[in-house]
């Protein structure tokens, strides 16, 4: 397991861009996945996005599709989360994750790091 530290969240307009930032505390391998969620009181936790790190692998919730785009700084061990068109809906605690995951895709990764989470706040 790896400490992650998420930043970047705040208040924006809908509309609006946010840029979500996840950094680990140690180097984070190409057998990892990382993992952007997103959660808000009395609902599910929802998978955002995902990204095979190294290979840069990546797959969306349909919410996210054309809107957010995850990335990765394999050098700096960070992972990223661009959310463009911001909506009400957006609004959420989002948390970064990593799990090992061999396969070529980051389908059925058990995520056993989790940060403290980063809240999005969307309002008109």
């Known amino acids: 397991q790896v400490q992650l530290a998420e930043s970047g969240g705040g208040s924006v307009q809908v509309g609006g861009s946010l840029r979500l930032s996840c950094v680990a505390s140690?180097?984070?391998?190409?057998?990892?996945?990382m993992a952007w969620f997103r959660q808000t009181p009395g609902k599910e936790r929802e998978t955002v996005a995902t990204i095979r790190f190294g290979a840069g692998y990546s797959a969306y919730s349909d919410s996210a599709k054309g809107r957010f785009t995850i990335s990765q700084d394999y050098q700096k061990n960070t992972v990223y989360l661009q959310m463009n068109s911001l909506k009400h809906e957006d609004t959420a605690m989002y948390y970064c994750?990593?799990?090992?995951?061999?396969?070529?895709?980051?389908?059925?990764?058990?995520?056993?790091?989790w940060g403290q989470g980063t809240q999005v706040t969307v309002s008109s």
């Open positions: 140690a180097a984070i391998s190409s057998s990892h996945c």
């Open positions: 994750a990593a799990g090992l995951n061999y396969g070529r895709f980051c389908d059925s990764t058990n995520y056993d790091s």
